[in-house]
């Protein structure tokens, strides 16, 4: 089992600032297949970015993916009051898909 | 638009078994996988398995293989979710999510909304 581990847990900042949150593989994720989610309480995960750097449809450009093999970040180039959520990466290259613990962005 | 409805919270006693229905809206369902997702307060989001929706393949992951079991009904666009042998730890939001296809393993995308599912004696 391919485990994800996100760093860091929390991120307290503020609107504007520029966030790189990191998720990093147990071992290398086949074909780079790795997604990123948000999270707002109450709520269910939302599709951000897919195959690590693919912008999932209707998600601004803010946000970015890079990486490869065992080593992920997830980019916001400038935070707005709604990007304030928990995100989780997550891997489906190989089974069981795995999700990491998350990064809890909050205002700081 | 693509929709996935799921039934209501859920409150069962341990050793009992839970079914959660995930009704999907605004595409061929046969044309993509569902997978169920869980996540137990303070813990990490928990595959559990997926379904083909178009030919009923099934995958789990080993840690739920024997207690759950996911099951679809193409003519009400509709997967199903039942976990058996409840324990407390089983307390979690259960979520159904669409795959990008039908084939291996892709992203989710959208999620339904959620069942809250408590095990308590």
């Known amino acids: 089992e391919i485990v994800l581990t996100q760093s860091p847990g929390t991120l307290s900042l503020s609107p504007g600032e520029r966030v790189t949150l990191s998720c990093r593989a147990s071992?290398?994720?086949?074909?780079?297949?790795l997604a990123w989610y948000q999270q707002k309480p109450g709520q269910a995960p939302r599709l951000l970015i897919y195959?690590?750097?693919s912008r999932a449809t209707g998600i601004p450009d803010r946000f970015s993916g890079s990486g490869s093999g065992t080593d992920f970040t997830l980019t916001i180039s400038r935070l707005e009051p709604e990007d304030f959520a928990v995100y989780y990466c997550?891997?489906?290259?190989?089974?069981?898909?795995?999700f990491g613990g998350g990064t809890k962005v909050e205002i700081k | 638009q693509v929709q996935l409805v799921q039934s209501g919270a859920e409150v069962k006693k341990p050793g009992a078994s839970v079914k959660v229905s995930c009704k999907a809206s605004?595409?061929?369902?046969?044309?993509?996988?569902v997978h169920w997702v869980r996540q137990a307060p303070g813990q990490r989001l928990e595959w559990m398995g997926r379904?083909?929706?178009?030919?009923?393949?099934?995958r789990y992951s080993q840690k739920f293989q024997g207690r759950v079991t996911i099951t679809r009904n193409t003519s009400a666009s509709t997967a199903y979710m039942e976990l058996s042998s409840l324990r407390s730890e089983d307390t979690a939001v259960y979520y159904c999510?669409?795959?990008?296809?039908?084939?291996?393993?892709?992203?989710?995308?959208?999620w339904g909304q959620g069942t809250l599912v408590t095990v308590s004696s």
């Open positions: 999510a669409r795959d990008y296809s039908n084939s291996a393993y892709n992203w989710f995308d959208p």
């Open positions: 605004g595409y061929t369902f046969t044309s993509y996988a």
């Open positions: 379904i083909n929706a178009g030919n009923g393949d099934t």
């Open positions: 071992q290398s994720v086949s074909s780079s297949y």
């Open positions: 195959g690590v750097f």
């Open positions: 997550q891997q489906y290259g190989s089974s069981p898909l795995t």
